[in-house]
């Protein structure tokens, strides 16, 4: 289950899509978050604005990051995959495909 959340700051409320442990975590610690499950568009609209959060993260990371900021943009394209009816290997056999057909990344090209 996937959830979006409020959370209270300085007067104000913020809602974002958490990962599914984070309202328990927030317990745990003696907090009450204000917590709301999706509909389907809802949710897949949180995922795309929750895979450019975690991409912004990613470019800001300091090297010392980048493996943990990789993986929660990892973690979100694996939900959108999900929610899309894709399982993760699905996407791995696309990318393989394209990989052989078009190349990968790692050549450093750029083009004009």
């Known amino acids: 289950m996937s959830v979006a959340m409020r959370i209270r700051r300085s007067g104000s409320e913020v809602g974002k899509l958490v990962r599914d ?3 328990e975590i927030i317990r745990a610690g003696g907090g009450d978050p204000v917590v709301t499950v999706l509909g389907d568009a809802d949710y897949r609209e949180a995922l795309l604005e929750k895979l ?3 991409a912004a ?3 800001e ?3 010392a990051g980048v493996a ?5 943009v990892l973690e979100v394209l694996r939900a959108v995959a999900h929610v899309h009816g ?10 393989e495909v394209k990989r052989t057909e078009r190349g990968a990344f ?3 090209l750029h083009l004009g």
């Open 68 to 72: 943990e900021e990789i993986a929660d």
């Open 106 to 108: 790692l050549e450093r």
């Open 57 to 59: 993260e990613l470019r």
């Open 61 to 63: 990371a300091s090297a």
């Open 52 to 54: 450019f959060e975690e």
């Open 86 to 95: 894709y399982e993760w290997w699905d996407i791995e056999k696309i990318a």
């Open 21 to 23: 442990r984070i309202p």
